[in-house]
């Protein structure tokens, strides 16, 4: 389970976060407050750069809330079958809105309110807070697929919606009281092995269940006698794991190769180790534009749906029960032309009665 270990294990690295006196020691402080600094030492060493990354980060921001607020409503108003998936899948849209809204937060505090640490207290619990349940919640989402489409007898029992919405309050609650509690532990130690021990237990395990999870489905397919439903629903489990995946590499390995890196060598150059820092930082914030991408594959009428909902321009119909009950009959002389006409509650029903329940 992922924990706040990446805000301890960076403390011994962060550039600049601590400073040797005189007689060699170290000064003790929070390390929330050296977290809260990091902007301001990013713009004294390189204004230019730290630009870039906040208009990036301003793009995460604007992409990350239209894309998983969509998804937000499709997920809880549009999808009637709440099954183990969707509750996860939920939750990572939570997760992945918390991170984008605490980019204006970040963005106030350096221009209006430089050194308020109170400002800053909701940018940068929400970062951890949001890496640390999204490895969670992708591993999670994984998992239930892999056990849906493999093992669909075996795994009944604990795919039950009252174990998910357990799992979900597990990983909330401890998730945010480690962070909280890591965020005041004072720095200036250098704890070696807990780094690569918590690195290994929060990044390179679930990386590894992933990983296996990938490769027992894809030896799934090369079974002879699938019937054509049966495949397409390993292969969109394929595409999920393998979404997972890429984003896994993209967004969370830099950050821990960095943490790694810090901890092996707590003598490396500071200002190399800053800009790694903040280059980490945004690949792993950019995991709330590449979550949306995971949705495609979680419910078979996903994307169905959306482009349902965009075709509509706002337009307030809503298909009453005795639409679908006309639509249904009237299918037996038309087809798909009827079922298209009824509007974004068929594809609702897709997500309902699809092949992922």
């Known amino acids: 389970m992922p924990s706040a270990s990446p805000v301890g294990s960076w403390a011994p690295a962060a550039p600049n976060a601590t400073v040797a006196e005189a007689n060699g020691s170290v000064p003790e402080k929070p390390l929330f407050h050296v977290f809260a600094r990091l902007d301001e030492e990013l713009h004294a060493a390189f204004p230019g750069l730290w630009l870039a990354l906040m208009a990036v ?146 990044f390179l395990l679930p990386l590894l269940v992933i990983s296996v999870f990938t490769g027992r489905i894809v030896c799934a397919l090369s079974r002879p006698g699938l019937l054509r439903q049966g495949r397409q629903r390993r292969v969109r489990a394929m595409q999920l794991l393998l979404t997972v995946l890429v984003i896994f590499l993209v967004c969370f390995t830099p950050f821990h190769a960095r943490q790694v890196a810090v901890a092996l060598w707590p003598d490396g150059p500071p200002r190399a180790s800053l800009v790694a820092y903040h280059v980490a930082v945004t690949l792993s914030s950019l995991n709330s534009c590449l979550d949306p991408i995971v949705y495609c594959f979680v419910t078979s009428g996903f994307q169905a749906t959306v482009r349902g909902l965009c075709r509509r321009h706002g337009a307030g119909y809503e298909p009453n029960s005795g639409n679908m009950v006309s639509a249904h009959k009237s299918s037996r002389g038309s087809g798909h032309h009827h079922i298209l006409s009824a509007g974004p509650s068929i594809f609702t029903q897709d997500l309902t009665n699809g092949p992922d329940a």
């Open 57 to 202: 980060h301003g793009l995460i921001f604007l992409a990350g809330l239209v894309l998983n607020g969509l998804a937000l409503y499709v997920f809880c108003c549009r999808t009637q079958a709440k099954t183990p998936s969707v509750i996860y899948t939920i939750n990572l849209v939570v997760t992945d809105l918390l991170v984008g809204l605490s980019l204006p937060t970040r963005f106030a505090v350096f221009y209006g309110t430089r050194g308020c640490l109170r400002c800053a207290f909701p940018h940068v619990v929400g970062y951890f807070l949001n890496m640390h349940c999204s490895i969670l919640f992708l591993t999670c989402i994984c998992v239930d697929r892999y056990l849906a489409i493999v093992q669909p007898d075996g795994s009944r029992r604990c795919r039950q919606l009252a174990c998910a919405r357990a799992v979900c309050a597990c990983v909330w609650l401890a998730a945010g009281a480690v962070t909280l509690s890591v965020l005041g532990v004072t720095a200036g130690g250098r704890p070696c092995c807990r780094v690569l021990a918590l690195t290994v237990l929060e």
